[in-house]
């Protein structure tokens, strides 16, 4: 018996949203192209636009949607996105695009209509969450890209696909083909994105090059974050090398937000350092920065001012962007599960607010919710975060001159990396205490990506360290 093309779902008027596309090499087709098209993604900061080079330039409107893929196969037309999760049914956006020719597949925003303001992201996932009474209606379908056309894949350049587009979509109410403009110099660039974004008509451009790259032109993003954690660097100690960044929900909780290591001049760096590191306390979490090294915990009490170019709330491959929460008490930091949080993309630390204070009004998480897709709401983890294993423990001693010396190996697997990037999948802990020497207690931390990876580090230390005289005394 064939297998059935689209089963499962949840109402959406005369439709059904949240349904599961069943076709898996059509699935891995679409996160192939997502993840393809991504890697070409630049962002570029509107103070950036004249370092544009003269030429060929193809430019178009950017929607605040989200990004899925218009789908005639075996007969019925329906949405997916590139995850396999599908809208099919009696829907007028549907019902438009019923000419689309078999075995056709289109890239493009998958948006909400509204009156009187640009459409948001939000608007798109508070018109699916409507159930049976969706204003489906509202839902429109604004096509960028020709993927496959009539069963056969477009490899043509840009300008024939978006051509052919429209030709195989004619406007309505619900569908369109984003137009796009042919422009040779930065001037003209500037002038539409002031004619368009500055005016608050569209949320940004894309700026399509002849060599592939794609930029993504967008105003800045301000946001205010607590700082929880730093890092410093490791050359000179004395300055913070990265922040982390968290921010409020209602509950008091307080939600990963990212990393930050742009933090201005070497006075400004000294400066920080200084101020956080008289705010350090305990934590029962680990996270990582992007270089590898464990972050600091601290008392939060500093808030920063954060400009970003972007905030991502999925990754390349499609998966949804979750990081941590966690709340913090007199006894300091604990996890307390995975929620979906956007990503910030080149961010830079304006100033530290002292105008402002760490509770759930000064920096809310409410902020960034907005850039989150319609489907976030239901992707939460477990409000326990998974627990560390240990794979690994060593322990040697050495006496000399009536002291006793230790040495100890712990290996532990973090099973934290799938749900957190900021995770590294295995940590590599080394401790040697000697009594005898200035700073009694040395520690050496080092992370890996894999069990491969842990244990050529585990068996090197072990190498370098355990000599003759050393004693093995526990596991």
Request: charged share 25%; hydrophobic share 40%.
């Amino acid at each position: 018996m064939a297998r059935k093309l689209i089963s499962g779902g949840e109402p959406l008027g005369a439709g059904i949203c949240e349904a599961t596309l069943g076709d898996r090499a059509l699935v891995d087709f679409l996160g192939a192209y997502r993840r393809r098209v991504a890697g070409n993604y630049r962002a570029l900061p509107p103070d950036e636009i004249d370092k544009l080079s003269p030429g060929r330039m193809l430019v178009s409107t950017k929607l605040d949607g989200e990004l899925w893929f218009l789908v005639s196969w075996d007969k019925e037309v329906f949405l997916t996105n590139s995850r396999g999760l599908a809208i099919t049914g009696d829907l007028p956006i549907l019902k438009q695009a019923k000419t689309l020719p078999d075995r056709t597949v289109v890239a493009g925003e998958l948006h909400a209509r509204v009156e009187g303001r640009r459409a948001r992201v939000g608007d798109l996932a508070a018109a699916i969450a409507g159930g049976k009474k969706a204003k489906t209606g509202n839902l429109c379908f604004a096509a960028f890209d020709l993927l496959q056309d009539t069963g056969t894949l477009v490899t043509a350049s840009y300008d024939v696909r978006h051509t052919r587009l429209g030709e195989l979509l004619k406007p309505s109410v619900n569908l369109s083909v984003i137009p796009v403009e042919a422009v040779n110099a930065p001037a003209q660039v500037r002038a539409r994105f002031e004619a368009s974004v500055t005016t608050g008509e569209a949320e940004g451009l894309i700026i399509r090059l002849d060599s592939g790259l794609i930029y993504k032109l967008k105003p800045s993003i301000n946001v205010d974050a607590a700082i929880i954690a730093y890092t410093a660097k490791s050359d000179q100690p004395d300055m913070a090398r990265s922040v982390l960044l968290g921010l409020m929900h209602d509950d008091g909780r307080m939600q990963i937000l990212g990393g930050c290591g742009n933090l201005g001049s070497d006075d400004d760096r000294k400066d920080l350092l200084a101020k956080l590191a008289r705010l350090k306390t305990d934590s029962a979490v680990r996270y990582a920065s992007e270089s590898g090294s464990l972050y600091t915990f601290v008392t939060p009490e500093l808030v920063a001012e954060i400009r970003v170019s972007d905030l991502q709330s999925d990754r390349s491959d499609g998966s949804l962007s979750m990081t941590m929460l966690l709340r913090h008490d007199q006894s300091g930091w604990t996890g307390h599960g995975m929620r979906p949080s956007p990503r910030p993309i080149h961010p830079v630390l304006e100033r530290l607010r002292t105008d402002k204070t760490v509770d759930k009004t000064d920096i809310r998480f409410a902020q960034v919710a907005g850039y989150l897709p319609s489907h976030a709401e239901s992707t939460v983890a477990g409000e326990t975060v998974p627990a560390s294993t240990v794979w690994r423990r060593e322990v040697w001693t050495k006496e000399t001159k009536g002291q006793r010396a230790v040495r100890k190996l712990l290996v532990w697997k973090t099973n934290k990396e799938t749900a957190d990037r900021a995770f590294p999948a295995f940590v590599v802990h080394w401790t040697d205490y000697s009594a005898s020497r200035a700073n009694p207690l040395e520690r050496e931390v080092r992370l890996a990506p894999d069990q491969a990876g842990a244990k050529k580090i585990a068996d090197a230390m072990v190498e370098e360290n355990i000599k003759k005289g050393w004693n093995k005394v526990g596991e």
